[in-house]
């Protein structure tokens, strides 16, 4: 018989009554360090004083109001992201799903107020940019989209790094190139700096827009505030969710006003994105995430565990082989099932995310101590050593 929830999920057996900074309390009393972060949403930790009394003080005026009214807390943010970006203008969602459809009507409506026929967007190997039927089918991964077809026409999948595959793929035809700065279920995957500069090199060259994906990589997590700033290029369109609201449902498009100008009154909508209580919190998160020292800490502390990392991948060659990825969005790919480190891991009480590839995510909240960090790298440690003795989880 099928369970009242529908069973999608791959679900671990806990469950939590709390949270506190990186820590997770678990219906038994058990605490977990959460180098999860609830898939890399969770950028301020548990419980974070800032965002608790921001999103309490929202709660006794007002929650909602829908957007046929001034909403003064996502002007606010939305003042903010432009003022911190490439970005002319912000348009708030609920997710990270909703930024990624949002982002694929401005190519269309684009191309179409120009009287261009320009009718693919290009995806690379590994991409992820959500569930709904356009987002699978703008990202075109196989794991995503079998089963779902019909897909959205108007998207076509390119190996990840074939340079020819994309030269050749690369013509007046190509309405938009959309990538992840740093594939995050794709297994962690960075994109190199010239990469990202080549990309926008070639938009240029073929007036396609570039869409960054920084649902995952950005809002600190690399240690800048969004990933693409190392690479000191810009793209047109840029997808936001996962940290920006700390847990609170939020997400965003930031676009230049070229790729926003077409978007006029009626031509997109949501009742929720960016209502008052999500633009509350996202302030407070932006109080925290938008310092630079703030940032320069998560890159201190993204080293240190990385360092950590590759102890662990010395002392345990037989149970992981390499480390990835930048600051505190960092992968393990493993040389056993990711899923029996990440079992093992958590019984060790460490909580930690599985990724394509073969890798185990560390995503821990950018608050995270050095005491934290050395903390979770014995864990990982002692549960490298059980899996590697055969006993997962
Ligand atoms: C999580 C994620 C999404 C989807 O966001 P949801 O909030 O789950 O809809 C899209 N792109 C990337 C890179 C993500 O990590």
Redesign the pocket.
């Known amino acids: 018989m099928i369970p009242p929830l529908m069973p999608t999920y791959n679900r671990s057996k806990l469950a939590f009554d709390r949270g506190e900074g990186c820590w997770l309390i678990a219906e038994d009393g058990a605490r977990y360090l959460d180098f999860a972060a609830g ?2 949403v969770n950028a301020l930790g548990h419980a974070h004083p800032g965002l608790v009394a921001a999103l309490s003080e929202q709660a006794g005026r007002v929650w909602h109001t829908s957007n046929l009214y001034r909403i003064p807390q996502q002007e606010r943010l939305g003042a903010r992201l432009v003022d911190a970006t490439f970005a002319d203008t912000v348009f708030f969602t609920n ?4 930024a ?1 459809e949002l982002a694929i009507k401005m190519v269309r409506k684009y191309w179409a107020d120009r009287d261009e026929e320009r009718p693919v967007t290009l995806s690379f190997a590994g991409a ?4 709904s039927t356009g ?1 699978i089918a703008m990202a075109g991964t196989e794991k995503l989209t079998a089963g779902f077809g019909p897909l959205m026409p108007g998207f076509t999948q390119l190996p990840f790094g074939d340079h020819d595959a994309l030269e050749a793929a690369a013509d007046a035809r190509v309405a938009a190139i959309v990538v ?1 700065p740093v594939q ?2 794709g297994g962690i995957r960075p994109l190199p700096t010239p990469c990202l500069r080549g990309l926008r090199a070639l938009c240029d060259r073929i007036g396609a827009l570039l869409i960054f ?1 920084e ?2 990589c950005g809002m600190g997590r690399t240690g800048r505030l969004f990933a693409h700033e190392s690479a000191d290029v810009a793209p047109d369109i840029m ?1 936001v ?2 940290g920006i609201g700390g847990g609170f449902p939020l ?1 965003a498009v930031l676009a230049t006003e070229a790729a926003a100008a077409p978007m006029v009154v009626g031509t997109h909508g949501s009742t929720y994105g960016g209502n008052p209580l999500a633009c509350a919190v996202g302030n407070a998160a932006m109080d925290v995430l938008g310092d630079p020292d703030f940032l320069d800490a998560v890159g201190r502390k993204g080293g240190l565990l990385r360092q950590r990392l590759e102890g662990l991948v010395a002392t345990h060659p037989d149970v992981f082989e390499s480390v990835r990825g930048i600051g505190l969005m960092l992968g393990v790919k493993c040389r056993v099932p990711n899923r029996d480190v990440v079992a093992a891991a958590q019984a060790e009480g460490l909580l930690t995310a599985p990724g394509a590839d073969n890798v185990v995510r560390l995503l821990p909240p950018l608050i995270v101590a050095e005491e934290e960090i050395a903390e979770a790298a014995a864990r990982l440690d002692r549960a490298a050593t059980a899996v590697a003795r055969g006993a997962p989880g």
């Open positions: 898939i890399g997710s990270g799903t909703e990624a992820f940019h959500g569930r987002a992840e995050g279920e994906d649902i995952q997808l969710a996962k997400g």
